[in-house]
């Protein structure tokens, strides 16, 4: 049974808001950090880290919560979800281990070294013990953050394992290479790949050229395969 984006039912509430949180606090020191070393701004609707590479941005709290409806989650957690293009922040990632502590498996793949580097830093300051929390924010192994070009062969095997496939609109200018790696990659039962940004039509051809069905939600386009 799917349950809509609620939490397990041994959370409540109340829990579920300590561990977001937990999670703002430990944004909020690193962007201050990050912004006195002239490495990133935080505004209110956006943050915005610099590279060597330029400005990237990050999806905020704010989005991140009103995505997790469309995510169709199993209330069990029994699931594997993955990010392609996670960014500085990881904020969807972290953000779901935050708010579906069962969720088994957590996977972002970023290929700038910089952003990567800085959602280490979320990842340790996750893993240490929280007293408010009574343990850490993140589950030891629940959450991989991979240094990588996620179009390399060596994470087909990442996508393929995954149940929910994650992209950022504007992560890459390659649509085509995009539809391909989805379209013969996105392989398990009922697995969805979902798309967030401002383009009303991404990726027509997953539809006509790998017979997915798209599904709108309130912010993500969903493509589905019934590979059964």
């Known amino acids: 049974m799917l349950s809509q984006g609620v ?10 808001q300590d561990r977001i949180d937990a999670l703002e606090k430990i944004y909020s020191t690193l962007l201050a950090k ?12 956006d943050e915005v880290f610099k590279t060597r590479f330029g400005l990237f941005g990050s999806i905020t709290l704010q989005e991140s919560r009103r995505l997790l409806p469309d995510l169709c989650l199993p209330e069990d957690g029994n699931i594997n979800i993955l990010d392609l293009g996670s960014g500085g922040s990881a904020r969807f990632i972290f953000h ?25 830093e979320v990842l ?32 087909k095997h990442v996508i393929r394992a995954s ?27 009922n697995a969805r790949f979902l798309a967030f940004g401002d383009a009303e039509n991404p990726f027509p051809e997953l539809v006509t050229k790998y017979k997915f069905t798209r599904t709108d939600g309130e912010l993500l386009i969903m493509y589905s395969k019934n590979t059964r």
Do not use: W
């Not at 939490?7 to 579920?16: F, I, V």
């Open 7 to 16: 939490l397990p039912a041994t959370s409540d509430e109340s829990a579920m």
């Open 163 to 189: 149940d929910r496939v994650f992209y950022y609109l504007s992560t890459t200018d390659d649509e085509e290479k995009v539809v391909d790696l989805i379209g013969k990659n996105l392989v398990r039962p």
């Open 124 to 155: 340790h300051e996750a893993q240490k013990s929280c007293a408010q929390l009574g343990g850490p924010l993140v589950r030891p192994m629940q959450v991989e953050l991979l240094n990588g070009n996620f179009f390399d062969k060596k994470f």
């Open 96 to 120: 779901l281990a935050a708010v579906r502590s069962n969720i088994r498996k957590l996977i972002g793949i970023e290929v700038e070294e910089d952003l990567h580097a800085i959602s280490l």
């Open 34 to 45: 990050k912004e006195a070393l002239g490495e990133a701004t935080a505004g209110l609707k």
